[in-house]
């Protein structure tokens, strides 16, 4: 039913920014708990910020006060702002979203859609 696609990774300079996106042309944020993971070479993936039904967000340590998560339901997208990106950002970036798990369960493990990932990667 839900076909996620990221985009908006890419190369950016140390202390930089990029928006990463999370779309698909049935996708209702308002119906669904959302996610966004990561995962480095070398690393387990792991949690970066998630998103309620009602719009409230979280955010793991590692990229409080860099990153925020936002949606705009009428293009049916999910936005991941990243500022002051780091070296240890560089990762490749899935979102994921369920309308029927527990909003703990989709932050901590994600829903049962996927995307297939976009690369970042910070340059110094």
């Known amino acids: 039913q839900l076909q996620l696609v990221e985009s908006g990774g890419g190369l950016v300079q140390l202390g930089g920014s990029l928006r990463l996106s999370c779309t698909d042309s049935?996708?209702?944020?308002?119906?669904?708990?959302i996610a966004w993971f990561r995962q480095a070479p070398g690393k387990e993936r792991e949690p970066v910020s998630c998103?309620?039904?009602?719009?409230?967000?979280k955010y793991s340590d590692s990229v409080k006060g860099r990153f925020t998560m936002t949606r705009d339901n009428a293009r049916n997208t999910v936005y991941l702002q990243m500022n002051s990106l780091k070296s240890e950002d560089t990762a490749v970036y899935y979102c994921?979203?369920?309308?029927?798990?527990?909003?703990?369960?989709?932050?901590?493990?994600?829903?049962?859609?996927w995307g297939r990932g976009t690369q970042v990667t910070i340059s110094s």
């Open positions: 994921t979203a369920s309308s029927i798990s527990l909003l703990q369960d989709v932050c901590e493990k994600g829903g049962n859609y």
């Open positions: 049935g996708f209702n944020p308002d119906y669904y708990h």
């Open positions: 998103m309620s039904s009602g719009g409230m967000t």
